[in-house]
Each structure stands twice: as C-alpha cells, then as structure tokens.
C-alpha cells in the first residue's frame, strides 16, 4: 500500500490546527542540533527538515544559526510553516511543497537532515526510498536524524489496528468541527524496525534508542566509493 495520498489529505485537513498541540520542540532534536553546532566552522551548516509539519523545528534550527530549508507533502502545513516563519522576521523562502521519496535537491547538498515524526506515515519501501534520498542529498559524512512512534506511544494504543495490514494503526484527530481525520501509522517495534534499516545502502546507523515513546536513529553518511579507494 502507498499511504502518501490517505497522509497528504490527512494533513492538509489538520492544517494551522496542528501548531496548536505541537508547539514544544523535543529535548532530543536540541541535543542534536546543538552537537551539531561543533561542527560549524566558516559557515553555517546546510540543515534540510523532511517533513516540517508546522514549523516548530524550523524556527528553532534558524534560531541556532542554521541554513534551513524545509519540505513537507501538504500544502496546508507548509503554508502554515511560512506563515510561522513570516512572523518570526522570515520570508519562509526556504519551504517547499514535496514528497520526501523525491526531494528537489541537487546531490551532496546537505551538511545534516532531520526527519521527525515522519517516517512512521510509510511502509519499509517507501521509507527505502526515501533513505536513498537522503542519501543522495546528503553531503559525505552528513548526519541523519530520524524519529519514529513507538507502537507505546499513547496515541497508537488509543489508535485503531488495522486488520489487514501489520503493525499499521490508524490514529485519529478530531478537528474544531468535531469531525475526525483518520491518519495511517506504520509502527513495529524498534528492533524490527532496525533489522529493515541497519543496512541501508550509502548509510550507517551509528546508535538508535527509545526514549519518551520515540523511536530514534541517528545515522551518518557512508564515505564515497571514490573516498574507499584514496
């Protein structure tokens, strides 16, 4: 199943309403970003967020000192993330509509990528090609972030299994109308979830753990073949 169309509409149903329950930005994307920040020398790191959602993360990375960009598969949600960066002093030039298993980017573009809470809304192909993407994109050595929902996570237990798909749970969101949006989460548990990912060609995931019902992998980017032979 390709679940990008049931997620896109999903989202672009949610909207502005999502900021409102997702405003915090999480502890584990701060110690990141700020490891991160050692590493900046004569220029600012090129930061891409796939999936940016309503924006909190953008705003904090630019906040850091980071060079932002940003994507996300609704159309709503990106409106909302330069809406979010107009008012904090930003054009929101740097958001953009797009499918994170086809991103718009030139080869080696990125110093670092983060992808939270995103990766669950996709099967183990399509996360595969979205990695490959990743990959492509990132520069050598570049740092991934990447969380996920443990099938633990509050929202998931509450969320309706679906009967024919495994570790596929449908989590609702009721909207100011009091209608509900039904959203598709594919949530196995870590470990299988690392069995798909610990070969992902061009990536090496260096550490991944649970914590506060997120699933987290922190991979880099493989040196290039041509770097192999030096």
Not at 79 to 92: F, K, L, P, Y
Not at 179 to 186: A, E, G, N, P
């Amino acid at each position: 199943m390709d679940p990008r169309k049931v997620v896109k509409l999903a989202y672009d149903s949610i909207g502005p309403e999502f900021g409102k329950k997702r405003k915090n930005t999480w502890d584990f994307v701060v110690d990141w970003l700020e490891k991160l920040q050692l590493k900046q020398t004569d220029r600012p790191l090129k930061l891409l967020i796939a999936g940016c959602g309503n924006g909190r993360h953008v705003k904090l990375a630019n906040d850091m000192g980071f060079d932002v960009f940003a994507v996300d598969i609704s159309p709503n949600m990106v409106s909302a993330t330069i809406q979010s960066e107009i008012e904090n002093g930003r054009d929101g030039s740097n958001i953009s509509v797009s499918d994170i298993c086809d991103l718009p980017f030139p080869d080696h573009e990125f110093d670092a990528i983060m992808s939270i809470a995103v990766l669950h809304h996709l099967p183990f192909d399509l996360c595969e090609t979205a990695f490959c993407e990743f990959s492509r994109v990132s520069s050598t050595r570049g740092d991934i972030l990447i969380s996920c929902w443990d099938p633990s996570a509050p929202s998931v237990v509450k969320g309706k299994r679906d009967a024919e798909q495994k570790d596929v749970v449908w989590v609702s969101w009721t909207l100011p109308d009091s209608s509900i949006v039904s959203r598709y989460y594919h949530v196995p548990e870590i470990d299988v979830r690392m069995k798909y990912w610990e070969e992902i060609k061009g990536l090496k995931c260096n550490h991944f753990e649970l914590r506060n019902f997120n699933q987290l992998f922190y991979f880099s980017k493989l040196k290039s073949p041509d770097e192999l032979k030096r």
